[in-house]
């Protein structure tokens, strides 16, 4: 009984932090092409999930309606840099965060607007009903989002590090005005970079969806949460996301059910903090390596 | 320049008139309702249906013939649900528009933050906010409409005592309505025989819950009871089907909407809740003394707004109970309506029969709310 109930605690786990992971991995690509940390991230997520809901509500097929949603957060994403980050592009780091910051407050006014203040659900790619082993189930849906997951961790590995354009984003990361002379358009990475991250951001949302439910302001925890999987895991490192998703989210599940479900955060946040005191880039991320 | 005189005259004469017009001119002024209610921010999903509500109704009075001979005015303000706001706004009732009688206050902290304000200026409040520290203990001065929390927990004990459930797990979230709803489940559990086996907690914001419910399948619980409002409790829902779980599941009257069907889909088949009668006018036996009330209102509000939700129907009972009482008191002397609310008998409103005394401003009992079971996904009610 107490091994079946571990193996459920795991398993739930996962399957929170697989969600974690899959939001989390949208913040590696900007950081690695600008370092910057897009707090819209978490806003991508609902535009592409409400997009989504919508265009399918409207009678457009089910994978018709969630390939449009995608590129809607696409395009989000792309406006995003040539409307606000590309006017300001001799700011600082930290003046850049704070644009997005105030992006993401006006996505989330936007989408209030546009689609109130209900709470929407979505079908799953393959039923509701549960896989199960014994006392042990998992919905087919989880299996998706760590498939994906796994997926988009292979992409963007490949991409970074046996593409041009992917080495291109990266070396405007590291050197803005060196990648600029060896003629690099550092304006269409950046475009690029926050492009990618909100097709990243939409496919993340579509798939989470019809677990977690959706409204205008979820964005805000899932951006948090996915924030924290990639500061633990390491910023810019997509395997480092992927791992301090999982991580976060099998903590949260031992800690809610063998300690106390009304402290779960709070022992989620001390191990995030135990690791950033110990290990200030992550667990994956470089450590003392000061770019000259 | 001679016009100017004249037009100067003229003015003066006006000015005069009024002052000078004859006292029985100044018995016939209108009835003047003050309201403050959550019109924008997070609670105008209570604010708007209440404003919309209450304009309705004050024109049909109106084109009746008011109240006594005297017209109906409405003075209202957006607090959006801010309870400093709210305080601004009460004191500006009072003081400037000198209003007979507040109705309002769509949330539980507006209407707290107001109570002294109100006490101390001898002004009736009726509120249309949930929570039980408005009227408990009994403020002379303010009066509610909206059941309590307190009286879900005790429609839910009394249906669980009915088919014999002695053991309880109890999962809540952490926002108000949860925690508040969790701590009078815990007080009054053993005053129904219950014993609370398990207590779990979640994060509103939370995106599955099996870690929760697997530890409650651990326990002998006999039923399952979630506090919440909003998603969560369509996400309990469905992992509770996820995980095989036989038990019979409560929720409260948090999640008493359609919406709320919707979400959970077939996952909600079974599942029993409280929830005010408006919900399920139509399915109510032509004996049922509230249908005629609760139909001829919901078909009111749906002509001219579209679905109507419970808070609407709270401005509803308030209003009325509120011109009633002005109409019974024969004056617009803030003591006597007073005393007129608290003897407020058989009042039929839309949250049940009202029937107030000087130790309970609120007057309704458990008969408010209906047990609801969801069947092929509809509400049917629980005999």
């Not at chain 2, 002024?29 to 004050?58: H, N, Q, V």
Request: proline share 3%; aromatic share 10%.
């Amino acid at each position: 009984m107490l091994l079946d109930q571990l193996i459920q605690f795991l398993i739930t786990g996962i399957t929170i932090g697989a969600i974690y992971a899959l939001v989390g991995l949208g913040f590696s690509l900007i950081y690695n092409a600008s370092d910057v940390v897009n707090f819209a991230q978490g806003e991508f997520v609902m535009i592409g999930a409400m997009s989504a809901i919508f265009i399918y509500g409207a009678g457009v097929p089910y994978f018709v309606a969630i390939l449009i949603a995608i590129f809607i957060s696409m395009f989000v994403g792309v406006a995003l840099e040539k409307l606000a980050i590309e006017q300001a592009r001799n700011a600082t780091v930290v003046t850049t965060i704070i644009i997005t910051i105030g992006a993401s407050i006006f996505l989330r006014g936007a989408a209030l607007l546009i689609w109130g203040k209900e709470i929407y659900g979505f079908p799953s790619i393959s039923g509701d009903d549960p896989i199960k082993v014994g006392n042990i189930t998992i919905l087919p849906q989880s299996l998706w989002i760590m498939a994906c997951t796994a997926l988009f961790v292979f992409l963007l590995r490949y991409f970074f590090q046996k593409t041009l354009t992917g080495k291109a984003i990266l070396a405007c990361s590291f050197n803005k005005k060196a990648a600029y002379l060896m003629g690099i358009e550092v304006k269409h990475m950046l475009a690029l970079a926050y492009g990618i991250s909100g097709l990243l951001g939409g496919i993340a949302g579509v798939l989470i969806t019809p677990i977690t439910y959706m409204t205008y302001g979820a964005g805000v925890m899932l951006g948090l949460k996915g924030f924290c999987a990639s500061i633990l895991g390491g910023m810019g490192n997509s395997m480092g996301a992927v791992i301090g998703g999982l991580i976060l989210g099998i903590v949260e599940s031992l800690g809610a059910g063998f300690i106390s479900s009304g402290y779960k955060d709070a022992i989620s946040f001390f191990i995030i903090l135990l690791v950033l005191f110990f290990r200030p880039a992550g667990l994956f991320g470089k450590t003392g390596v000061e770019r000259v | 320049m001679k016009l100017h005189r004249i037009v100067r005259g003229l003015f003066l004469i006006l000015f005069l008139g009024i002052f000078l017009a004859p006292p029985w001119a100044m018995a016939k002024r209108p009835i003047k309702i003050g309201s403050f209610l959550a019109l924008t921010g997070p609670a105008s999903f209570l604010g708007d249906p209440e404003l919309k509500t209450l304009k309705m109704y004050i024109e049909e009075v109106n084109e009746k013939g008011g109240i006594d001979g005297h017209k109906v005015e409405l003075i209202y303000y957006d607090t959006g649900g801010k309870a400093k706001e709210a305080k601004d706004i009460v004191k500006r009732l009072i003081k400037k528009d000198r209003v007979d009688v507040i109705v309002g206050g769509s949330t539980s902290g507006t209407t707290l933050a107001v109570i002294d304000i109100v006490q101390r200026a001898k002004v009736p409040l009726i509120s249309l906010a949930g929570s039980i520290r408005i009227i408990q203990p009994v403020k002379k001065w303010v009066f509610k409409t909206p059941h309590t929390d307190r009286m879900a927990a005790a429609k839910i004990f009394e249906d669980m005592k009915k088919r014999g459930i002695t053991k309880v797990a109890l999962i809540t979230g952490d926002g108000g309505f949860d925690k508040s709803g969790r701590a009078q489940c815990l007080d009054l559990a053993p005053k129904y025989g219950i014993e609370i086996v398990a207590d779990e907690k979640y994060s509103n914001s939370d995106t599955d819950m099996t870690t929760q419910l697997t530890k409650i399948r651990a326990t002998d619980a006999q039923a399952i009871l979630n506090f919440g409002f909003g998603k969560a409790p369509a996400i309990v829902t469905k992992n509770v089907r996820q995980l095989g779980i036989k038990l019979p599941l409560y929720q409260s009257h948090g999640v008493a909407s359609k919406k709320f069907l919707q979400l959970a889909g077939k996952a909600a088949e079974g599942v029993r809740l409280p929830a005010a009668a408006l919900l399920v006018a139509e399915k109510l036996p032509d004996s049922d003394p509230q249908k005629k009330v609760l139909l001829a209102y919901k078909h009111k509000y749906e002509a001219k707004y579209g679905p109507v939700s419970t808070f609407g129907g709270h401005a509803y009972d308030g209003l009325f109970i509120a011109l009633d009482a002005i109409d019974r008191a024969n004056s617009l002397d803030r003591a006597k309506i007073r005393d007129e609310i608290e003897k407020t008998k058989n009042f039929i409103g839309t949250g049940g029969i009202f029937n107030m005394s000087p130790t309970d401003h609120l007057g309704l009992d458990l008969s408010a709310f209906k047990m609801l079971e969801v069947k092929n996904g509809d509400w049917t009610l629980v005999q």
